[in-house]
């Protein structure tokens, strides 16, 4: 299976609107690798947490080593 790179992950959490206004602007996101937890239960490989700019939710992605996105919260 290929894996994706921080910088790729970080493009696809830009790339996913906000959950609540629907925008893609955002303050800040943050891509870290996911815990040996998530990776076994979830296979996520990243997780994300964005901050939206235009309404200020905060949302949290995984996501999987091939690009998918896993949930968001």
């Known amino acids: 299976m ?3 790179t921080r910088e790729r992950a970080e493009r ?5 609107a906000c959950e609540r206004c629907g925008e893609y602007s955002y303050k800040r996101v943050t891509v870290t690798p996911a815990s040996k937890s ?4 979830l296979k996520v490989m990243w997780q994300a947490l964005k901050v939206c700019g235009v309404c200020g939710t905060q949302q949290e992605l ?6 998918d996105i896993v949930y968001v919260g």
């Open 2 to 4: 290929a894996r994706i």
């Open 12 to 16: 696809i959490a830009k790339a996913h």
């Open 38 to 41: 998530q990776q076994d239960s």
């Open 62 to 67: 995984g996501i999987a080593a091939d690009g």
